[in-house]
């Protein structure tokens, strides 16, 4: 168990410009999380994916967010033309079980600021 | 929908006593699940402890338990015997237990300091 990696862990770019993040979950873990945690504020839930199957996405995921996972092992979210709003830590999660066992494990997120 | 609310931001404690996290929540669901997480300056979320809205005993997992009061919505951590090590952001959060709503909810956090 080498525990949830997520690359980079700092980006830093221009406003406008389009980053992405990669994470990948603990093998053998078919849930995968995206969450985005901003200065002083808990994680918010963007979105939810069971293997390869996006299965919620959060209001918060505008148009100019995607995530993807595309064999069912890591995973990738890009944000388009990013914003200074965009400034933040976005976490990633893996479990391996069916609620109400499931335990989530966490990365150590990518921190991201928008100049 | 649900909202998580921790009213202190930070806290403080001597090394060896013991501290009091405070947390309330708003559900209309009768059943849920119920988490604190520790977030150390690695950033890394930690599972501390969980308790399921069901069972009427509290949760425990070593030096760290809890105060469910369900018709309250309230869910307090006690840590017993604080250590250096337990210096961090702790977040409650809250999940409903609705199939496919995996998503946690969490509150602002609490930033506790453990003082030598």
């Known amino acids: 168990d080498t525990g949830v990696s997520q690359d980079p862990r700092h980006k830093i770019t221009k406003r406008g410009q389009n980053v992405t993040f990669r994470c990948d979950p603990i093998?053998?873990?078919?849930?995968l999380y995206w969450y985005r945690q901003t200065l002083g504020q808990g994680p918010e839930f963007l979105t939810y994916?069971?293997?390869?199957?996006?299965?919620?996405k959060s209001r918060l995921l505008s148009d100019r967010f995607s995530a993807e996972r595309p064999k069912g092992s890591f995973s990738t979210l890009e944000i388009q033309r990013t914003e200074q709003g965009d400034s933040a830590m976005y976490l990633c999660?893996?479990?391996?079980?069916?609620?109400?066992?499931?335990?989530?494990?966490f990365g150590s997120g990518t921190q991201l600021s928008v100049l | 929908a649900q909202t998580v609310t921790q009213s202190q931001p930070e806290m403080s404690v001597q090394e060896a006593e013991t501290v009091t996290l405070s947390c309330t929540y708003d559900?209309?669901?009768?059943?849920?699940?119920l988490f604190w997480y520790k977030q150390p300056p690695s950033r890394q979320m930690i599972l501390v402890i969980r308790?399921?809205?069901?069972?009427?005993q509290n949760a425990t997992e070593n030096r760290f338990s809890v105060n469910f009061q369900k018709a309250a919505k309230s869910f307090s951590l006690k840590i017993s015997d604080s250590q250096l090590g337990d210096a961090a952001m702790y977040f409650c959060?809250?999940?409903?237990?609705?199939?496919?709503?995996?998503?946690?909810?969490f509150g602002q956090g609490t930033r506790l300091t453990i003082n030598p």
């Open positions: 093998s053998e873990h078919n849930r």
């Open positions: 308790q399921e809205a069901y069972k009427q």
């Open positions: 994916f069971q293997n390869e199957a996006q299965l919620e």
């Open positions: 999660a893996s479990s391996g079980r069916v609620a109400p066992n499931e335990k989530l494990f």
């Open positions: 959060a809250y999940r409903s237990p609705i199939q496919g709503a995996q998503k946690l909810v």
């Open positions: 559900t209309s669901e009768s059943d849920y699940y």
